[in-house]
């Protein structure tokens, strides 16, 4: 695979990522091509079909076409170790996809992004045995490509990609950091991580990490809340508000537990206790009566926030709001 992509696919490759309108068309062959490349960037190794214990290997063909005679199609049921994935991914083809992920601004006459995502980033020969075993900052890069491209140039693909990718709280926290609020492309990108929040909820990782996510999708829900926020229509900051108290109610419902059993487990020493509680929101007073204010705020008990519009956004922030209680009853009730 290596040696293909050395000398043949990484060429062909970047010649069909700067060809210009009209420049190769979208003839079949051309197509062909290039689905053609973008298999070798799955990264897929194809081993030969291993026998059973009993000697036996399993093949399982399509009887013949009723129309022409001929097999429309042939299936093969191996064990699990007929496909392995290359390792370590090659470099060049990391940095073929980021390129190509983060060229949206230009023509695409070969639809390289959207096929891009459905040939290679969808599959999960990629998702769990490619992307896991990548660096922190290649897994930031190719995850931001992909969410802006949702956002800002609403491909599907992308967003199919991304939210098939095995993102835990760290990830997500890097997503959020990146997401301006102020614009409606930011607050369709904050709608999409929420997304993200609601598929994976039970595999998001570490505790503290969750507790920061948690914290930061709570101050883009106060910044939007704002009286004074200006960024797009009233309808659109509502329906993003909701999304987002929505995921934030998942993640409380679902780790409530587990956050109380984090505080309960700190050190017995008051001053071990404070630095332990000082790297989570969850365990910091004073944030959460701040994040009980705004459930509070945008249920309709403030003069300084927006309240919600919607009967559903009110009743899931009481809900929200109950979870804080349980959690945290001193602070929320104070």
Known sequence: LLHRWEDAGRDLFERLRGAEDGALGSEP????????????????????????????????????????????????????????????????????ILNTLTSSGKSDPLLLNEKLSQLVLT????????????????????????????????????????????????????LLKGISTASEDGQAALVFVNDCVLTKVELLGNILDISKLSGRLFDHLLSLSSSSHG??????????????????????????????????????????????????????????????????GIIGGSPTIEPLSSARGQVLALSLLSCLCEEAPSPVVS
């Open 231 to 296: 960024g797009g229509d009233s309808g659109g900051r509502d329906y993003t508000r909701v999304s987002t108290v929505q995921s934030l109610l998942a993640i409380h419902s679902q780790y409530k537990g587990n956050l109380k059993q984090d505080d309960s487990h700190k050190s017995q020493t008051k001053s071990k206790r404070k630095r332990s509680r000082s790297h989570s929101d969850v365990g910091n007073a004073k944030t959460i009566a701040a994040q009980a204010d705004t459930l509070v």
């Open 123 to 174: 599959r999960q020969s990629w998702s769990n045995g490619v992307f896991p075993k990548l660096s922190s900052k290649m897994k930031q890069s190719i995850t931001s490509a992909l969410l802006a491209l949702r956002s800002h140039h609403n491909e599907e693909s992308a967003g199919l990609a991304l939210i098939g990718l095995p993102l835990t709280a760290s990830g997500l926290n890097h």
């Open 29 to 96: 062959s051309v197509c062909q091509l290039r689905d053609c490349v973008m298999s070798m960037m799955k990264g897929v190794i194809v081993n030969e079909a291993q026998a059973g214990e009993d000697g036996v290997s399993i093949q399982i063909n399509d009887g013949p076409s009723s129309m022409s005679g001929r097999r429309s199609r042939s299936y093969s049921v191996g064990s699990s170790d007929m496909f392995t994935t290359i390792s370590p991914y090659p470099e060049s083809m990391l940095q073929s």
